[in-house]
């Protein structure tokens, strides 16, 4: 990989600050906004706490720690071409693998913006085809979870531009914990207590 920079300087870390400026849902109402950074650290909470549930009530022996740092550059790409809403990206099979091919090309961008030395340490990070498959796996079941929360926070408030959410990702995760009980665990655990209010919170 040949670093995209003719100068010392890496512009790495600057497209990664850029991530509070994408925002999410971007054609829906959002009673509170919300930005990919936001969205990258929350599934890295999510991805890291699945990642130890798996390895401490299931016999898992995955790297925790790395699950965590995979989950928060794994929407890397967006900081390149923004965030492609999911009804436009599955439009359908050809739009899906379109853009499929610009998210790797934004992701070899990405990683071409490190210094050299660095390259190798991050493509199977950054890139997310490199990405080792049983990691992949939790950080897409923690991205989903994220998300189904998300339409959860919005129904709470009112907002039934969430409704549709909310019942496709009901579904996913229905099919998800059949094969990662992980994910049943951390759903019966942690889901009710995240659409309490901050009073009923502090009583706990």
């Not at 870390?13 to 849902?25: G, V």
């Not at 930005?35 to 599934?43: D, L, P």
Request: hydrophobic share 40%; charged share 30%; net charge negative.
């Amino acid at each position: 990989m040949v670093n995209e920079n003719t100068n010392t300087q890496s512009t790495f870390l600057a497209w990664m600050f850029r991530m509070p400026l994408i925002k999410r849902w971007a054609l829906m109402f959002c009673v509170k906004p919300e930005n990919v950074a936001e969205h990258s650290h929350q599934v890295a909470i999510v991805a890291h706490l699945l990642a130890i549930i798996k390895n401490k009530k299931f016999n898992g022996k995955v790297n925790a720690d790395r699950v965590a740092t995979i989950a928060l550059y794994h929407e890397a790409s967006e900081t390149r071409y923004g965030d492609i809403v999911s009804p436009t990206k599955y439009a359908n099979k050809e739009i899906a693998r379109e853009f499929k091919k610009i998210e790797s090309l934004a992701e070899q961008e990405c990683l071409a913006s490190l210094p050299d030395e660095f390259q190798e340490l991050f493509e199977d990070i950054i890139v997310q085809d490199n990405v080792d498959i049983e990691y992949k796996k939790i950080v897409k079941a923690a991205d989903i979870l994220v998300a189904y929360i998300k339409a959860l926070d919005e129904l709470n408030h009112h907002n039934h531009e969430f409704d549709h959410v909310e019942e496709r990702l009901g579904k996913k995760l229905s099919n998800i914990k059949e094969e990662m009980p992980e994910v049943d665990y951390f759903l019966e655990t942690f889901l009710s207590a995240c659409s309490s209010t901050v009073d009923k919170l502090a009583k706990s």
